[in-house]
């Protein structure tokens, strides 16, 4: 027989020799066989590019390769032999592929250069077949070219060798996941294994006349049975899918991000306006029965004892001062953004940038914007209500916000009763509040505020850290559950204070807060308009774009 030299390639492992060793040749049983390779167009050696790309090892051995090229008619017959070049193991610390005694038989009808390019169907000699013929590997090797390759007529000799292999007994093959949406599971229901059909009997039944290179084993053995789903090349579906990319084009609307806030359902919207309704009637009833009751002859007595108000213990003289006018606009302009940055900060999840006293290391003292923002109103409400509290005792005016007699209890449950009942008390605020509104004032700056300071100051990193035992007597948990609770009665102070403001009389009552006036005139109103509309410009410009360069001026600031 004559031989050749192989053309060595890359290593099969890093820092080896050249693959296949320089001592490998080529061994072909007819001469003729090289003759007609090289006038024919070249042979698809599947394996030999297989070893060249994955790097493991393989043992050598002796073993000898050919390359199965197209064979003129006339120079070969349908027993011609030679051994097969062998590959990677199929399996997991196998043996090599295909088997040492396995050789490539060609058959001289129809062979050309279409049909050498198709990958020839391995059967391993019956020494070393049986253990891995039944492996998966051996049985989709074997099975899958005649299949993949089939024309519509071959796909029906294919189902009939198939049928009659079913009648013989085979196993229907495990069903899985359908080829299109809403389909039926694949493979169909009645596709069982291949169990009957030799190797050749599907290679003659799928090609009907076109055959390929067909390895055998070297001495007469008893046929491999072949195991292998049926598929029909003609029954095949493209698998269905959504376009999403043309050519030419790009998505020019981002999709919204999905909103956590769910949407009412209609029942909720129903029990909503009824639990409005509800409301609504609960607040007649209450009227009604006010005023049912205060016509009474006893609450007609009680209201003639205590009319809402009493005299003050000391005398003061009536009216404002200006600068109360702007005590007032401070404490207004003050309270809603700390309100604002109050709720941001409760709900701020991940802050994007951060405020830091000036020399801190290592993070330390390293707080929000916005919880800065928020500590930074804090401290100038508290100066302007310190200046405002100290105001009241040097002027003499702190009598009328503090209660000086115990009478003022039975007068603020007349002045409530009449409030209720639409009947309102008379007003003297230019000279003296009424009792409701003295406790609720006396409730604001004597309670509330000192409140709202004390658990801000514990939550606020101005709390010494050192001090454990003032730590565990005032814990911080306590002042978070009394902090928010704090706030919410600053907005409930400031909504009945506003509506009672305007339904008392606005013009007036303007006049004596804005325009220090008991007149009644547009001045106190057009003041507290244009205080309305710094609020709103700065509730709006109270963001990192206009913060950060003030927060600068007293600390470091950075992003994320």
């Known amino acids: 027989m004559a031989t050749r030299m192989l053309r060595r390639g890359l290593p099969r492992v890093i820092g080896g020799e050249p693959w296949p060793p320089a001592d490998a040749v080529a061994e072909v049983a007819v001469e003729a066989v090289v003759e007609a390779a090289e006038a024919s167009s070249p042979v698809v050696e599947r394996a030999e590019r297989d070893e060249t790309q994955h790097g493991s090892e393989s043992p050598v051995g002796d073993e000898r390769f050919v390359s199965v090229a197209p064979l003129p008619r006339s120079t070969t017959d349908r027993n011609a032999a030679a051994p097969l070049r062998r590959g990677l193991p199929r399996v997991v610390g196998g043996e090599p592929w295909p088997p040492a005694d396995a050789v490539a038989t060609a058959t001289p009808d129809s062979l050309s250069p279409h049909a050498a390019e198709r990958d020839s169907t391995l059967q391993p ?45 085979g196993i229907p093959v495990r069903r899985g996941l359908p080829r299109a949406v809403g389909g039926d599971p694949w493979p169909p229901a009645g596709t069982v294994p291949l169990a009957a059909a030799t190797v050749s009997e599907i290679d003659e039944a799928a090609y009907e006349g076109v055959e390929s290179p067909v390895v055998v084993p070297e001495e007469s053995a008893p046929e491999q049975k072949a195991v292998a789903p049926i598929v029909a090349a003609g029954e095949l579906a493209p698998i269905p899918f959504t376009r999403t990319v043309w050519h030419g084009s790009a998505p020019r609307h981002a999709p919204a991000p999905a909103s956590d806030r769910r949407r009412p359902t209609w029942t909720q919207g129903i029990a909503g306006l009824l639990g409005a309704a509800a409301l609504g009637i609960l607040a007649g009833a209450a009227v009604a029965f006010v005023r049912a009751l205060l016509s009474m002859p006893f609450m007609q007595d009680f209201l003639a004892a205590f009319p809402g108000e009493y005299d003050p213990a000391i005398e003061v003289a009536p009216g404002f001062a200006p600068w109360i006018g702007w005590q007032h606009f401070f404490n207004m302009f003050l309270i809603v953004l700390i309100i604002r940055s109050g709720l941001r900060v409760r709900t701020e999840k991940r802050p994007t940038v951060f405020w830091a006293p000036r020399g801190s290391t290592n993070g330390k003292g390293k707080i929000s914007l916005t919880l800065w923002f928020h500590q930074a109103l804090d401290i100038l409400w508290l100066v302007n209500g310190v200046t405002f509290v100290v105001l009241i005792f040097v002027t003499g005016h702190w009598v009328r916000i503090v209660p000086t007699s115990w009478e003022v209890l039975p007068n603020a449950l007349s002045a409530a009763l009449q409030y209720v009942s639409f009947n309102w008390p008379t007003e003297h605020g230019w000279v003296n509040y009424n009792s409701l509104q003295q406790l609720a004032y006396f409730t604001t700056v004597f309670l509330a505020a000192p409140l709202a300071a004390a658990t801000g100051f514990r939550m606020s990193g101005m709390w010494p850290k050192k001090a454990e035992r003032l730590s565990k007597a005032y814990p911080v948990e306590w002042a978070r559950a009394v902090h928010f609770p704090v706030m919410l009665y600053f907005v409930a102070f400031i909504i009945g204070h506003v509506a009672l403001v305007f339904l008392t009389g606005f013009l007036r009552n303007l006049n004596h807060m804005f325009a220090s006036s008991d007149a009644v005139g547009w001045t106190g109103f057009w003041v507290f308009t244009a205080s309305v509309v710094v609020i709103i410009v700065a509730w709006i410009a109270a963001r990192p774009l206009v913060l950060a360069p003030i927060a600068k001026l007293f600390g470091n600031v950075s992003g994320r």
């Open 125 to 169: 000699a019956p020494n070393a077949g049986e253990a891995r013929s039944d492996s998966p590997a051996a049985r989709s090797t074997t099975g899958s070219a005649p299949a993949a390759h089939s024309t519509a007529g071959g796909g029906d000799a294919v189902r009939a060798a198939a049928s009659s292999a079913a009648d013989d007994g």
